[in-house]
């Protein structure tokens, strides 16, 4: 005779080995779409898009560091979860970058993998066991509502795009991938056993970033950021710190470039340059928002140019790292020296905008003394000799071009700009 | 409760006294000594000086930003550490550079 069994409530659908399992996949594609976008960054070319990204870096930063934490609560080892990924999967998610514009980045990160990641999301949820598997559930339902917003807020800048009529056929030979490697949501069967036919469009050249960060095409031509002479009054302080601030999106797009140039660091690393991107970004948007409210348009009444990165890119993306990181060393002392100044002046739009740099800055002091230090082997004397050295290069370099560019037509609509807010003219 | 006296060998120096179990750092603010800070958690080492004389204990020194070796030299992160003595503090010299490290390459 058989024995009973009383089966109770719902039958068992997921073991904690299928669902790390599953979790672990979800946690690979939000890292690796992140430093797609990491690495691309400083490739973007669209003002609108350049701005948007380092957010979802973050956003993406952080459901892999949640993924992440629930794998290692799974009885899954710490050193196997960032490692032991499938070959095709890993292919698949490493062909993104090979896109050609802004148009193909949007389609091969959003309009297919966020979009499929959207879907495995919703797809765990469902199968989920919402007590044995609460803390994963937690989590996760708001994964959903995020990538969501992502998608809308990225189509949206998609539509100007002028490159977005020719960008299917990479969005299709992606899908094609995509569909070829099984999704997202399901194990991967081993690479031997499929015959991968894949469209030639995706057998493109490794991708190589500019030396030169991209600028939107409907800028004005610069050569560097900064007005070339001191200011003369407070509201030129107000200007020219205005100008700094938009300008700092080469700060974003360093720790965008070093999170996918490097691919062996300890995961700590991808999570701190994530937020240092965003924050990089805030700070540029601060300033565009304060002198959009003062009537100027960037790239149009001053320049949005990438000096900082230009002066050292040659030498690789630690040199671009470590001049990030020098420049921030005398940040606390300088931002708290402006917040104090712009309140006293009667500016709290400016000071508050300084007073959360300034604090910004002292989380990114830490990131960038520890990673800097970590690629140099924990040699700090080496650090601080390579700081000094790489803003000797700065220094050289922007004195050489402040002698070949005499900032026009920039400084004459400053100006001018400034005429009018003195004459009371500005609405 | 002790308090001590601080000599901070900046531009210009200037002397204060801090109690004890008062981070140098708060001592100085309190006093209203423009000095360069940050994080004031010990981890982003704008604060960091050279102890040239007295005791100065970096509290919490594990999870600071601050090495062994660091510590061993007499340097300190005043936001995280309190006097147990009169002190002197000064900043930490330049470094004649020693660099002689090849660069990582960007496009290699």
Known sequence: MSETVIVMGEPGKRTVEEASQWLKRLYWVERETMRTLGGYLVSVSNWELKKKIPRHMWQDSLRADALRTRILEMRYPRRDVDQGHHPLLKSYLSSLIKCRNDAELVSGVYFVTKKALYEAYEAYLQGADP?????????????????????????????????????????????QYMNAIGGLMEATAPVEERELLLPSVLMRDDYTPPLVPARDPRFEKAHYHMPPRSYTKFIEHQVWQGINHVNEIWASEVPGLAMWRWNDMPWEFYLDSARWAYDEARHCMMGEERLKAWG???????????????????????????????????????????????????????????????????????YGHKWTLHRLGGDADDLEDYKAQLMECWNRWIEAANKRWDYEPFMGRIEHKIAELEAGRHE | MNDYEIRLQLEPVRSFRAAAGETILDAAIRHGIDIAYSC?????????????????????????????????????????????????????????????????????
Not at chain 1, 304 to 333: I, M, N, R
Not at chain 2, 74 to 100: E, F, H, N, W, Y
């Open chain 2, 40 to 108: 004031r958690n010990g981890t982003c080492r704008t604060c960091i000086v050279q102890v040239i004389a007295g005791e100065v204990a970096q509290e919490e020194a594990e999870s600071c930003m601050i090495s062994a070796q660091e510590l061993e030299m007499g340097r300190r992160l005043i936001c995280m550490s309190t006097p147990r003595s009169d002190a002197v503090l000064a900043k930490i010299p330049p470094r004649q550079s020693k660099r002689t490290k090849p660069d990582e390459s960007i496009g290699g």
């Open chain 1, 296 to 366: 100027f348009e960037a790239g149009v009444d001053y320049p949005v140019f990438g000096d900082h990165y230009a002066s050292v890119s040659e030498q690789g993306e630690l040199a671009l790292l470590v001049l990030l990181h020098a420049f921030e060393t005398g940040g606390p002392k300088w931002k708290s020296g402006l917040k104090q100044h712009f309140e006293a002046k009667g500016d709290t739009a400016s000071s508050q905008d300084f007073d959360y740099d300034w604090a910004d800055e002292s989380i990114h002091l830490h």
């Open chain 1, 131 to 175: 007590l044995d598997d609460a803390p994963t559930v937690a989590f996760m339902k708001h994964f959903g509502p995020q990538l969501k917003e992502q998608l809308e807020e990225i189509a949206e800048i998609y539509g100007s795009l002028p490159e977005k009529s020719a960008s299917g056929e990479w969005q299709s030979a992606l899908e």
